[in-house]
């Protein structure tokens, strides 16, 4: 437990936009802060990345600020989900009275993103892996899926179900980006161009603009506020890796020491959870995540997502907002798990509301398996 | 193909394939063999025993991938990579020479020589 709450949450434009980042994170810092009744002059903390090399103090200056708190920690898409750590932390020892944490990205209408990904010449990667051509970061969580399916005898069919339920989760979100695609089936899956086996196109989230915004503040200013106050519960995390060969077992990732963290810390088990939104960069990364996080025992996820549980009515609520595969995939997607789970819990999710639910896990997945950061948040 | 140089701690592992020998850096201190090549030991944090010893260039396939649309534009496709555990123990990135892999394959190194007289090693069945 701790003394912080969400108060404001809010998106960016999404999709295809024409706009500049800046005016993205513009848009959701202030959208997150009319959402919470704040303006920019109650903020004396903020938190983001993938603005610039000073992504924090780049988006303050712009924003007319000069923070008492900034955090810049880049750790990929984990990011929002440390930052609220990190931001309840500045809050409790009376560092900061309230907090934005921001991202947003242009990636679609700038074209930015690279099969390859983005290789630094100095790092050992640049030396060691890069000249073999691997696709980053989709070659490593498709020898990670491969890997488990070797491991567990698990086939395409059955993972193509975290795909599968994210269309039908996006069809009930307007705001989505397949909200108009109709279902995916898993034959639509398994017939969609391979691009690393054993993962195809429809296996890989969206490229898309879009981005979102939390606000974070005292408990006590929070219940002077509009929304119920959102509190943060517990917070953990883990860094494991950021090349392909340092890690020993690739079905077990570090959400398994994030999520004990974050769980523990709260109060709370799996069967607590009402509502659960992890990163879905890929239905892999999804799957893995669940099952690291405890929600069902090593080498069962792929049987025990089957039969409609992690669909719109099923008894595990996941990525209800139709998740990166097909809402809004940004690139560090973190913030909107955040935004997903603040909504729900305070009951605005429209046609995709769970019922009563209390207690939200967000759960954010960086880099290649890199980085992992799990947040229990709840109401009442 | 791009292979940037090497820096302090990785020249000794690149001098040594120019003469397609495959080594690995090696603590003296307390036996840790690691791979890339680093400024302490991982194991024990000694800075001052590392150095490359002739390894085996034989291992197993931990897991692989095919990737069919190359990052690299103009570049074939497919072709498979996979990470293999050597028999020292580390694992390493490679493109695997040829089709059908399987997890648990054993392969052995080879070389692919670069235009600055370095081999970049690639491992065959």
Not at chain 1, 369 to 375: D, G
């Amino acid at each position: 437990m701790t003394g912080v709450a969400i108060v404001g949450a809010a998106e960016c434009d999404l999709g295809s936009t024409g706009k500049s980042t800046l005016t993205l994170q513009t848009q959701a810092v202030t959208r997150a802060l009319a959402d919470a009744g704040l303006t920019l002059a109650d903020v004396d903390g903020l938190a983001t990345t993938g603005v610039s090399r000073f992504s924090t103090t780049q988006l303050a200056e712009y924003l007319g600020q000069q923070p008492r708190w900034v955090d810049s920690t880049f750790v990929g898409g984990s990011a929002a989900e440390m930052m609220v750590a990190r931001a309840t932390q500045a809050i409790d020892a009376g560092q900061a009275s309230t907090v934005v944490i921001s991202f947003a990205s242009n990636q679609r209408s700038a074209r930015s993103r690279s099969l390859g990904g983005i290789v630094e010449e100095h790092t050992p990667e640049a030396q060691f892996e890069a000249p073999y051509g691997p696709l980053y970061p989709l070659s490593y969580y498709a020898m990670a899926a491969q890997q488990y399916f070797h491991r567990y005898g698990g086939t395409r069919e059955k993972l193509a179900e975290i795909a599968v339920a994210a269309r039908e989760w996006a069809l009930l979100n307007p705001a989505a980006f397949r909200y108009d695609a109709g279902p995916l089936t898993v034959d639509d899956v398994l017939a969609a161009p391979m691009v690393s086996s054993p993962l195809t196109v429809a296996d890989c989230c969206l490229v898309t603009d879009g981005g979102g915004a939390v606000v974070l503040t005292t408990l006590d200013r929070a219940r002077d506020l509009r929304h119920p106050p959102v509190r943060v519960l517990g917070y953990g995390e883990r860094s494991t890796n950021t090349s392909m060969t340092a890690v020993e077992d690739l079905t077990v990732t570090g959400a398994r020491e994030s999520g004990r963290e974050a769980f523990a810390r709260a109060g709370i088990t799996p069967a607590d959870v009402d509502v659960l939104e992890v990163y879905d960069s890929f239905t892999i990364t999804a799957a893995l995540s669940i099952e690291a996080l405890g929600f069902c025992g090593p080498g069962e996820v792929l049987d025990f997502i089957q039969d409609g549980r992690i669909r719109p009515g099923g008894e595990l609520a996941l990525d209800t907002s139709g998740g990166g595969l097909s809402y809004c995939h940004p690139g560090q997607y973190g913030v909107l798990l955040l935004v997903e789970a603040v909504r729900q819990l305070r009951g605005e999710a429209g046609a995709r509301q769970v019922p009563d639910a209390r207690v939200a896990v967000a759960h954010g997945t960086g880099g290649i398996l890199s980085t992992h950061a799990t947040v229990v948040l709840g109401v009442r | 193909m791009h292979v940037p140089p090497p820096d302090d701690v990785t020249a000794g592992w690149w001098d040594a394939t120019r003469e397609h020998r495959y080594t690995l850096q090696t603590c003296g201190s307390c036996g840790h063999v690691q791979h890339p090549p680093r400024a302490l030991c991982t194991a024990c944090s000694s800075m001052v025993d590392l150095g490359f010893v002739e390894a085996s260039g034989h291992g197993v396939v931990d897991t692989f991938t095919v990737v069919h649309r190359s990052p690299v534009p103009g570049a074939a496709a497919p072709y498979t990579i996979a990470r293999i555990r050597l028999t020292e123990g580390p694992f390493v990135l490679s493109t695997l020479e040829g089709q059908d892999w399987r997890i648990g394959d054993p392969v052995r190194v080879g070389w692919l020589d670069l235009d600055d007289g370095r081999a970049l090693p690639v491992f065959h069945r």
